[in-house]
Structure formats: C-alpha cells, structure tokens
C-alpha cells in the first residue's frame, strides 16, 4: 500500500469517448478529462495563412482515418503555434470528425509508451501534444521520444499522431550542438546523433516574426470578434505603443493587449469553448 501511494498504477478513464481532450497528470499517473478546451476560432489566427492550412490538412487527413505525419511547429515565439493546434482541433470537431487532444508535458515524455500502449486499443483517434518541447545539454530524455514517434518494431499506432511546438527547430540549443562539433572524435555522427530527433517529425511547420500591418490585422480581428466598443483608428496607435514597449510585435503581444484593453474598458472576454 505505501509503494502505491508513492508510485500509483496508471489510472484511465474508463470511457475514451465523452470528452474534447485530456490532460497527463504524471504525478498522480492518470489521464484528466477536459470536457471544453479554451480555444479561438482559426478564423482569428491572422499571418499564418499557409501554417493553418498545413496542420489543418494533415489533421483532416488523420481524423478521416488515413495515414497523417507527425508534427513540429517551430519558430518565433508568441506566433500562434499551440494557439493554431487548438484552433486545429476545434475546426475537426466542428466539422464532425471526432478525434481527441492529449496534452502530456515536456518532463514526462517518458511516460508516452504507456499512454500509447492503452490509446491503441480504442476505436477513437487521438492527437497527442507537447507544448513548448525542447531539450538540455544534460537531458537524454530526447532518445526515448525517438523511439516513440518512430514506433519500434511494433511501429505507431495508426489512431494516434504527436504534435509538437518548439522555439527551436531541432529541439537542441545552438550551443549544444556546436559542443558536439568541436569536442567529438567524429563530429558529423555526433551532430547527427542530436539533430536526429526533428527528422521523426514529417511535417515541419516554421512560424516568424511578422510586420506591424499583420499586427495591426490581428488588432482589427480581435475587436471585431470580441465586439470592443473603441474607435478602431485610436486603438491600433495605442496598440503600436503597446508593442513598442513590449519590444515584439507578435499574435501573443496582440491578445495581451486586448486583454488590457479589455480590462479599461471593464469587459470581460469569454474565450471560444463551443466548437
């Protein structure tokens, strides 16, 4: 009994079925119903045109039951990129396709294997996701995700894909791979062995920086789903001081400030939980 308390069985709902996604809480070792995820529609992603069609394609593709990649979104940061993969999903859901989302967090990837092991026996599809995904000098924790996404001999589940989003596109720090480079007897294996990772990914989905128009763009589209009563025109000047101070121009710098904007003007913003 005190070996359970301190490591407890894997814990499953017993239904897969009800419920939009699902949360890894590797402490207490059990899978967490959410059953309505905090979403904005992709109609209000703005700048990120051909991003939003690859990932909703290759999750359509997935959904519908066919063969579909794996998934990195890297890139600047505050660009949309887990924003975009809920967005994703809801748009599934809204168009009929039932395929739940599982978030499972960067520190316990080790655990996939046993997650796996019991999504494959449902008839439901699943997107697994880590957010954020990246590794330390010191981590070798990317050698088992290898073996994850690549599926062993048993190869992957065909009703699950894994997303990713990261602010660098091989999941390595630049110094870590330049270390390899110049301490190793064979510099290009070693540099292979560490940049391996991303390629399990098939689909690679960069995400940038972007101009003040596109910011002033995501301005407009938030007023107007949220029906802000402000002059447009005086809104997107305060919003360009905004970023100015902010020193980024970026979809996470927008929402920041229509929350502030919001908040002067005593309204509270209710996020899009319907799709």
Avoid at 170 to 189: K, T, Y
Avoid at 211 to 224: D, K, P, R, S
Avoid at 227 to 235: A, H, I
């Amino acid at each position: 009994e005190a070996l359970e308390r301190i490591a407890p069985s894997y814990q499953f709902p017993d239904n897969l079925e009800d419920a939009q996604g699902y949360i890894w809480e590797a402490q207490l070792r059990k899978l967490q119903k959410i059953e309505k995820i905090e979403r904005l529609p992709l109609s209000c992603l703005e700048g990120i045109e051909q991003q939003k069609q690859q990932l909703l394609e290759n999750s359509r593709s997935f959904a519908k039951g066919l063969i579909a990649n794996n998934a990195l979104l890297w890139g600047a940061r505050g660009t949309g990129k887990s924003s975009l993969l809920k967005a994703v999903h809801g748009q599934l859901l809204s168009e009929g396709l039932d395929c739940a989302i599982i978030e499972v967090q960067r520190e316990d990837i080790q655990d996939l294997p046993y997650i796996m092991q019991v999504l494959k026996q449902s008839n439901r599809r699943f997107i697994l996701f880590c957010d954020d995904l990246a590794f330390e000098e010191a981590d070798s924790g990317y050698k088992s995700l290898k073996a994850v996404l690549e599926g062993g001999l048993s190869g992957r589940p065909d009703n699950i894909v894994f997303y990713a989003t990261s602010n660098r596109r091989h999941l390595m720090p630049r110094q870590m791979i330049d270390n390899e480079r110049g301490s190793a007897i064979n510099p290009s294996e070693a540099i292979e062995e560490k940049i391996s990772l991303s390629d399990r990914f098939g689909l690679w989905i960069g995400f940038h920086s972007i101009g003040q128009e596109t910011y002033l763009n995501m301005i407009e589209t938030y007023v107007a789903f949220y029906k802000l009563p402000v002059d447009l025109k005086q809104v997107k000047s305060e919003a360009l001081t905004w970023c100015i101070g902010r020193g980024h121009r970026s979809g996470r710098t927008a929402y920041q400030f229509i929350i502030n904007l919001a908040s002067k003007l005593g309204i509270t913003l209710k996020p899009n939980t319907d799709q």
